[in-house]
């Protein structure tokens, strides 16, 4: 019961995370009133028109995009802080439930924002939710099984988060088949809908059992606090944990993230914007299982390292071959979903290696911690990733991510100041 309503959770989860992406250009072009303007780009009988028309809207778009994904990203980490630090103090349950609820209802008020800042404040709020739950599930699956089942729950952790950022795609491309378009107000449908997850919360409450090991280790040891992560025994993994986490996030929402707005703009149809997030989370399906896979088997440091490496190969070529340049085909999405599965593969090593950074009393914060201090530094990647397009590429998306996408270079770098801590057990 523990695993399903976590997976349950973190697949509504992503699922609101992956709803914006897809919604971004017709909401914002909605709220920055530039329908008209977006019009001319599209249709205008001049050429010189259609491009003028095209940088009004790819500009205030693309800088807007870049503040809603920082908004949310610092949300989710002061969630995933608070959140975490309520698991270790109430229990996993206890704060889950409260957690699901917060991201559900303000994901669903989006819907009816009437300004840019509304939807970029209202996504802050979802956002405290979505951190939290990451690092409560975590935590009450990985101290619910045993020790042999780990890399296989790690990688359904990071699994299930991508269904839901499938579904998302999947209910974009269905509502504009029927005829409802994302551009004609159906935004605030699809956002609505966003509220459901709501009703996760009575199930988790009525069947899920608390973590049995959190309960003995609060019998016998104070209260956790939040200070103690960084006490002289667990300074080191702390940092580590945050720079690690930091550095897949920022590659993530720096520019993986900025796929669908991308091909929104290079080909004016939302129809190809949501199969490209389709395809991106099919690939994220698979490498984010296969991520915690590949590390149980090969060790946790040369598995980072790896996928650092496959990461910044398959950005700079997504980024750098297709460029406006090249017809969005078949081999366009393919490579998309190539991306998707190499990028998306932390999210299935981080929940592997997280927990056994930190005993568990404070493995809810600590892990907290770690994997939403990243949220912070892909802010500024978010925001960075909005002034290059806006102010220094011209409204190139890609050059832009091709740039964000050198983070995973450092990465490479990084994991060798981590611990290995491959064929050990969660600390007690």
């Known amino acids: 019961m523990a695993l399903f309503a976590a997976l349950l959770g973190w697949m509504f989860d992503g699922f609101e995370m992956g709803i914006i992406p897809v919604v971004a250009k017709p909401a914002l072009i909605d709220l920055l009133d530039l329908s008209r303007v977006n019009g001319l780009a599209i249709h205008g009988s001049d050429p010189q028109i259609r491009e003028e028309a095209k940088k009004r809207v790819d500009g205030p778009v693309g800088l807007w995009n870049g503040r809603i994904t920082a908004a949310f990203l610092i949300g989710a980490a002061l969630g995933g802080w608070g959140f975490g630090w309520l698991g270790d103090r109430l229990g996993r349950v206890r704060a889950m439930v409260f957690s699901v609820l917060t991201y559900a209802l303000f994901t669903g008020?989006?819907?009816l924002a009437l300004e840019p800042w509304q939807l970029a404040g209202l996504r802050f709020l979802a956002a405290l939710g979505m951190g939290g739950?990451?690092?409560l599930g975590v935590a009450l699956v990985m101290e619910s099984w045993e020790p042999g089942a780990r890399p296989t729950l790690a990688g359904l952790i990071g699994a299930a988060s991508n269904v839901g950022f499938l579904l998302a795609g999947v209910l974009v491309m269905g509502m504009e088949a029927t005829g409802l378009k994302a551009a004609d107000g159906g935004w605030r449908l699809v956002l609505g809908i966003c509220a459901f997850p709501a009703l996760l919360t009575f199930f988790i409450r009525m069947f899920v059992p608390e973590s049995e090991k959190w309960r003995e280790a609060v019998k016998v040891a104070p209260q956790a606090r939040f200070a103690e992560?960084?006490?002289?025994?667990l300074?080191?993994?702390t940092i580590v944990a945050a720079l690690l986490g930091g550095i897949a996030l920022l590659g993530t929402w720096g520019s993986v993230q900025w796929i669908p707005p991308w091909v929104a703009i290079m080909t004016n149809d939302q129809g190809a914007a949501s199969k490209a997030q389709v395809f991106s989370a099919i690939g994220a399906?698979?490498?984010s299982f296969l991520g915690a896979v590949f590390a149980h088997r090969f060790r946790?440091?040369?598995a980072y390292f790896t996928l650092c490496l496959g990461s910044v190969i398959v950005c700079a070529f997504l980024f750098r071959y297709f460029d406006g340049s090249h017809?969005?085909?078949l081999p366009f999405y393919l490579t998309v979903m190539l991306t998707g599965a190499f990028t998306a593969s932390f999210y299935g090593w981080l929940p592997l290696y997280l927990p056994e950074l930190f005993p568990t009393r404070l493995r809810a914060t600590g892990q907290g911690f770690g994997y939403n201090f990243g949220r912070i530094i892909a802010a500024v990647g978010a925001l960075s990733m909005g002034i290059l397009i806006n102010d220094v590429f011209g409204g190139s998306f890609a050059k832009a991510g091709a740039t964000i996408s050198l983070i995973y270079l450092a990465g490479m770098a990084a994991i060798w100041?981590?611990?290995e801590t491959h064929g050990q057990p969660l600390p007690d």
Do not use: M
């Open 109 to 111: 008020l989006c819907g």
């Open 133 to 135: 739950e990451w690092s």
């Open 229 to 233: 992560i960084f006490a002289p025994s």
């Open 235 to 237: 300074r080191r993994r």
């Open 285 to 287: 399906i698979v490498g």
């Open 300 to 302: 946790r440091r040369l």
């Open 327 to 329: 017809e969005i085909g």
């Open 417 to 419: 100041l981590a611990p």
